[in-house]
């Protein structure tokens, strides 16, 4: 089994119209966040794993606490195809630029 590295991309338009749904927002976005997913942009985050066999792991624990509503999609891009990612228009985030492709950091 090859070792390499790959970011787990969650994308969702989760409704917000009523106060249970911006709930069921709140528990998943927390959710993400709990379980080493950092934004990228609104509605996307990313979690870098060492391998898909790792991030089918992360996929099962967001099944978890998925709202009923709205879209979820979950793609594994490998660290390479993450590096070829042009930036048309505004910056790398502060966090992408000191995390980058780190598991860990120590400031």
């Known amino acids: 089994m090859s070792y390499e590295k790959m970011r787990v991309f ?3 338009d989760l409704p917000v ?3 249970e749904k911006r709930r069921a927002y709140r528990i998943f976005r927390k959710g993400l966040i709990e379980n080493g997913f950092t934004m990228i942009q609104y509605s996307v985050y990313q979690r870098i794993v060492p391998n898909r066999r790792s991030g ?6 967001i099944k978890k606490f998925i709202p009923s509503n709205g879209d979820v999609r979950i793609i ?7 590096n070829d990612m042009k930036i048309l228009v505004g910056s790398k985030s502060k966090q992408e630029e000191i995390v ?3 598991k860990m950091v120590v400031i």
């Open 56 to 61: 089918k792991k992360y996929e099962e624990i």
């Open 10 to 12: 969650c994308m969702f």
């Open 17 to 19: 119209d009523t106060p």
């Open 100 to 102: 980058g492709s780190n």
């Open 76 to 82: 594994y891009i490998s660290e390479k195809q993450y």
